[in-house]
C-alpha cells in the first residue's frame, strides 16, 4: 500500500479546516497509509528582516529534512513550481511507484516559503496555482488532491 507524509510547517488553527483534512485523511485510508506531520513554526519578529527570514528558511529547512524517509519520493510544494491537472497527478503517483517508491512526501514550507535545501532535495516541485490562497487552506486543498488523485488511479467514482 503506497505510504504518503504530508510535511508540514505549522498547526491548522481553524475547527473548519482541522475537520476538512480529517474528512480526507478519512477517506484517503481506502487508498493508503497517509500521515500529516506538523512541524513547529520559526518564531521571527513582526517585520522581519532579510537575514531574519533565511534563518527562518535554514531552521524549518533543517526540521523539514529531518522528516523526509530517505527513500521517499519529495513533492515540495511552492508558487514556482509545475502545474498539474488532477490526473497528470495522479500519473505522477504511478511513475513514482513503477520506479520502487512506495513512499511519497509532499511538502508544505511556512508562511515564508521553502529553504533551497528542501527544493533541492525534491522530485518534483509542484504549485497549486499562481493564484495567492491562504497558507492554512493549502493542506485542505492538498490533500483533496491526494485524494482525487488515488481516486482517479483506482477508478473510483469522485474523479469526472
Request: with cysteine; net charge positive.
Amino acid at each position: 500500500m503506497l505510504k504518503i507524509d504530508v510535511i508540514t510547517v505549522g498547526k491548522l488553527k481553524e475547527d473548519y479546516l482541522r475537520a476538512a483534512c480529517e474528512e480526507y485523511l478519512k477517506r484517503l485510508g481506502l487508498f493508503a497509509k497517509v500521515q500529516v506531520v506538523e512541524l513547529s513554526e520559526y518564531k521571527v519578529p513582526q517585520n522581519p528582516s532579510q537575514p531574519q527570514i533565511e534563518t527562518c528558511l535554514k531552521q524549518e529547512g533543517q526540521a523539514i529534512l529531518s522528516k523526509i524517509p530517505a527513500q521517499s519520493f519529495v513533492v515540495a510544494m511552492c508558487i514556482e513550481g509545475k502545474m498539474l491537472s488532477s490526473e497528470q497527478l495522479a500519473e505522477t503517483f504511478l511513475q513514482a511507484q513503477n520506479r520502487g517508491s512506495s513512499q511519497i512526501s509532499f511538502v508544505i514550507g511556512g508562511s515564508w516559503g521553502l529553504d533551497e535545501t528542501v527544493k533541492q532535495r525534491a522530485d518534483l516541485r509542484l504549485s497549486m496555482s499562481r493564484m495567492t490562497f491562504p497558507h492554512q487552506l493549502a493542506r485542505v486543498m492538498l490533500l483533496e488532491q491526494i485524494y482525487r488523485a488515488c481516486g482517479i488511479n483506482n477508478h473510483s467514482k469522485y474523479h469526472k
